[in-house]
DNA sequence: TATTGTTATACTCTATAACTATA
DNA sequence: TATAGTTATAGAGTATAACAATA
């Protein structure tokens, strides 16, 4: 079946530290899930959630999720729970669970669409605006040190290819 | 903050790639989020699952972890449950509790390592070897299609930096 | 004493179906 | 009829503590 089939595309990659697919934590081979997107997402999610929980979860209290619905509100003004599901890929009744939360803990309101009485437009509170500020400000920083190893243009071109990835999806 | 200082990004609807940090799913201005690369992760981590799930999750009963423990058993020979434990950042019950299923199933049989007998080897049945290289055999093209829009360059460049930032996690 | 793996358990996350209220 | 949101519920994922066997 050959596992070594591909190798050929990671070869002359001229990173400094450009070991093969050994020795990761583990010691396996992975050679064989290199090529999946996927796979290379959810490894390296498993620093970027470490640094979160780190620098915010843990101290702010607040999920990932809860941190990303803060910082779009932060933004954006008339947010509907519908835009919040689409953006964040999560189903109609989570939203309604996870704003339940934040709203019994003082973070956001809901406020009836008054054009179109269906929907409710979410706004953040005083306190809500407030813990939306200091995680944004965390999250300017947070990272530096522990992707110190990536350079400054290293780091803007995966977020744009990430990005890149995240803009062609459909819905 | 003002909330609305991005709200020229707004124009321009509709354009292929270029557009600010508007306008993707849901209509919303990402920017303060735009930075962080967790969410962005997320993100892209949104059609890459998507793609898992048609063309592996589905159609052959798999769960990204265990598609990726079968990949890794592929390649791999004498691999315990520690290793794979350590290599996917799942706990030691949680690793029990998917070789048990994937046992059940006779993908895997668990062997008492001789010279270590606290630990045990884990290795592949035909029937699960067979799985491992249909997987496989998939994975390789799968992601052609809904990546098109990224160079083969661009794919390459991703994944070396997401290995990057995966490869220089501490344990 | 430390390590590998298991059991028991609980908590979170996510998904679906059925419902309401509005349009 | 269709849409925004809710309720109820079940399944999957993940974490901790206590334990057994082995080193």
């Known amino acids: 079946m050959s596992s070594r089939e591909r190798d050929d595309a ?25 090529h999946v997107m996927g796979y290379n997402l959810a490894q390296a ?17 607040l999920r990932p999720v809860e941190f990303t619905i803060l910082l779009l509100l932060m933004s954006n003004k008339d947010v509907t729970q519908k835009q919040l599901c689409q953006t964040l890929a999560v189903t109609a009744p989570n939203v309604t669970i ?31 605006a407030a ?11 947070m990272e530096n040190e522990p992707l110190r190893h990536l350079s400054a243009a290293e780091r803007a071109m995966l977020i744009e290819l990430l990005q890149k990835v995240a803009r062609h999806r459909r819905v």
């Open 10 to 34: 990671y070869t002359g990659d001229a990173m400094p530290d450009s070991d093969a697919n050994k020795h990761e934590h583990g010691g396996l081979d992975q050679s064989a899930l290199a």
């Open 45 to 61: 999610d498993i620093p970027a959630r470490k640094i979160f929980f780190k620098h915010i979860g843990q101290p702010l209290k």
């Open 98 to 128: 996870l704003l339940d939360r934040m709203q019994e803990r003082g973070l956001v309101t809901r406020v009836r669409n008054e054009t179109d009485r269906r929907s409710q437009h979410i706004l953040l509170t005083e306190q809500g």
């Open 131 to 141: 813990l939306a500020r200091q995680a944004h400000e965390t999250s300017l920083t």
